[in-house]
C-alpha cells in the first residue's frame, strides 16, 4: 500500500501541478482512515505530508489533470471559486466532461475540420479535442477578458500555441467573440466545419443571445456549406431547457434539432452523474 500511496501523492503531475489544497486534504484524511483501517504499521510520511498541507494557505487558483483515454492529460488552471471575477467561466464544468467524452467516441466529427466552439471557457473540451480528434483548425472563443487570459495560459501548458506558426496541427486560435454584437461576416470569416458550446445553456438572457448568433449563422446556408452544430448542456432548470427549444423554433427559419444519443463510455469523474444532453442543431 505504501507505494500505492505515494504512487499518487508523489506523482509527477500532482507534484508540478499540485491539486488544490482543500482536495489534498480531503485525499490525504481519507487515506490515512484506509490505511489505519488495515491495522497495518502507520505511515509517518503520510501524516508529515498532511501536517505540511494543514499549514498550507488557500490559494484562489489550482491545477487539475483529466486522463484521456489516449493516455495523454489535459492540465488546467482552474480557479477554486465557482463564481469569480463576475463569470463562472473559471472553472471546468459536467457539460464541457461529457462533451469530450461523446467527441472522443465520434472523433470522424471533428476529425480534419475547422472546429469553432463557443464559450470555451478556461480550455477543457477544446484542448482534449485538439489531443484525441485531430481537427485541421481549432477556434477557440469567449468573451470575458479574465477567461480568455486564462483559457490562452491553458493552451500553452498542454503544449500548444495560438496563432502559432503554420508548422503546428492543428492550428490553434483563440478569438474574443460577443454574441450580441458579432456580424454575419466575422463569423463567416472563421470558416467554421463545426460549432460545439458546452454549459452555454443556462440563463435566458444568454439563451436569447445564443439564438440570435445561430441565426446569423444561417446565412452559411448561401454558399450549402452549413456547419454542423452540437450543444452539450446540463439540464438544471426545465423550464431554461424549454425556453432554449421555444427560442430555437421562435424565427421564420427555425433551428431544428434532435438529441444525440447517451455515449457509453464515462471517462471522467463526475461528483453524481450530471443530467447532460447533447443537442445537434440543424441551422
Sequence with gaps: MKSCCWGTILHPL???????????????????????????????????TLADILNEEECTHCYKNYLLPTG?????????????????????????????EWAAETSVVFSNRTVLELGSGIGFTGIAICKTCNPKTYIF?????????QLTENI???????EAANYQKPK?????????????KQLLDLQPEVIIAADVV??????????????KLSTFRADSKVPEVYIAFTIRNPDTYHLFQAELGRYKIGIG???????????????????????????
Design 202 to 215: 443556462y440563463d435566458p438572457e444568454i439563451i436569447l443571445a445564443l439564438v440570435g448568433m445561430l441565426q
Design 141 to 149: 472563443s469567449d468573451y470575458h477578458p479574465c477567461v480568455l487570459k
Design 72 to 100: 495523454e492529460c489535459v492540465t488546467l488552471s482552474e480557479n477554486v471559486a465557482i463564481v469569480s471575477g463576475g463569470t463562472t467561466g473559471l472553472v471546468t464544468w459536467d457539460a464541457a466532461l461529457h462533451l469530450a
Design 156 to 162: 500553452r501548458l498542454n503544449g500548444f500555441e495560438a
Design 172 to 184: 490553434l486560435i483563440v478569438a474574443e467573440l460577443d454574441w450580441g454584437s458579432v456580424t454575419e
Design 14 to 48: 500532482c507534484v508540478k501541478y499540485p491539486p488544490s489544497t482543500k482536495y489534498r486534504r480531503c485525499f490525504l484524511t481519507e487515506l490515512i482512515k484506509k490505511h489505519e483501517s488495515t491495522a497495518a504499521e502507520p505511515l509517518d510520511e503520510l501524516y508529515d
Design 257 to 283: 434539432w434532435q438529441i444525440i444519443p447517451a455515449h457509453s463510455n464515462s471517462v471522467f469523474l463526475y461528483d453524481m452523474q450530471p443530467n447532460v444532453t447533447i443537442l445537434q442543431l440543424f441551422i
